[in-house]
């Protein structure tokens, strides 16, 4: 009996000793997921001050720091948790996700390593990894990031987004519109990805395709510039040049000074041998700096001089 009260007394002391830290640190739990990151920051040096050893305190104040843009502190904090207990992966992932924005791409890669040893399963880490790989020209690594994290999570869009890319770069088109399909079964609004998948169908001759994905995109979005460059230039390929002309007239419509637009567009009326207004579009283009319209304007616009017998005397 004596030994169980003595066992209840301890407990007690336990409790109230740990009471002011578990406050502060409660308060500043509070205060960040309310957003009042300086309040937060405030309880936590509180807390700290009691209980210095505490690596959970150092990576919620790294939090707040990170949330105020006081970069270098939440760097510090996050090394001091990680100090004091390494084996929290998400203090790992936390930190290389600021070396990532400070283009410090080895220790950010480092720091992904080391989360993803500690957690297999953390897909983000994986994908981040990935473009690390991808900036510093690791494409198999980055392919094999990317396809780990898809693994793991496989409606990861952005993800699907960036492989679906990095095949594209290699010319592996098909295997770039395995991954476009995907992401649109994720999300059937995702117009990057109609539009990506057009331009690699075009790629592989798909023409129809290639337009069909160009109009979803516009359907979409009829601000987006690109889609009626391309439908319009997929357009041209197949002869329709009444529809390309359409397609090259909207786009010039939201952005009037769009060189490549003209170019194409005063080529297209060339196919319509609508000559003065051929002329007059490769003349704009040519001076917005576009370089193949100056030479085709000279092929096709300007008359040659006729060359006059010189008599004599």
């Given at each position: 009996m004596k030994k169980a009260l003595l066992a209840l007394v301890w407990l007690l002391i336990a409790i109230v000793g740990c009471s002011p830290v578990n406050s502060d640190l409660i308060n500043g739990d509070n205060f960040?997921?309310?957003?009042?990151?300086?309040?937060?920051?405030?309880s936590y040096n509180k807390a700290i001050e009691k209980d210095p050893k505490n690596s959970t305190i150092y990576f919620n104040?790294?939090?707040?720091?990170?949330?105020?843009?006081?970069?270098?502190?939440?760097?510090?904090?996050y090394t001091v948790s990680i100090e004091l207990n390494g084996n929290n992966p998400q203090s790992y992932y936390n930190r290389a996700l600021i070396f990532l924005d400070l283009k410090r791409y080895e220790d950010?890669?480092?720091?992904?390593?080391?989360?993803?040893?500690?957690?297999?399963?953390?897909?983000?880490?994986?994908f981040s990894r990935g473009y690390i790989n991808y900036l510093m020209e690791k494409f198999p690594q980055a392919l094999f990031d990317y396809s780990k994290a898809i693994e793991i999570k496989p409606d990861y869009e952005e993800a699907l987004m960036n492989r679906a890319?990095?095949?594209?770069?290699?010319?592996?088109?098909?295997?770039?519109i395995v991954d476009y399909d995907s992401i649109i079964k994720i999300n059937n609004k995702n117009v990057d990805a109609?539009?990506?998948r057009g331009y690699d169908r075009g790629m592989l001759n798909n023409i129809d395709e290639a337009i069909e994905d160009f109009s979803k995109v516009i359907e979409l979005d009829s601000t987006y510039k690109d889609a009626y460059f391309l439908r319009g230039d997929s357009k041209r390929i197949q002869d329709d040049y009444e529809g390309a002309l359409a397609d090259f007239n909207?786009?010039?419509?939201?952005?009037?000074?769009?060189?490549?637009a003209l170019y194409k567009r005063g080529m297209t009326y060339l196919d319509l041998k609508i000559k003065d207004k051929a002329c007059e579009d490769l003349s704009?283009?040519?001076?917005?700096?576009y370089p193949d319209a100056y030479a085709d304007m000279q092929k096709n616009c300007v008359k040659e001089k006729k060359k006059v017998k010189k008599t004599r005397k």
């Open positions: 960040l997921n309310n957003k009042e990151y300086f309040k937060a920051i405030e104040r790294a939090k707040a720091k990170n949330n105020i843009e006081d970069i270098n502190g939440a760097v510090e904090d950010a890669y480092n720091d992904l390593t080391k989360t993803i040893n500690l957690d297999s399963l953390n897909s983000s880490a994986y890319h990095l095949k594209g770069d290699f010319e592996d088109y098909a295997g770039a109609y539009f990506n909207l786009l010039l419509a939201l952005d009037p000074k769009n060189a490549k704009k283009s040519s001076q917005l700096g």
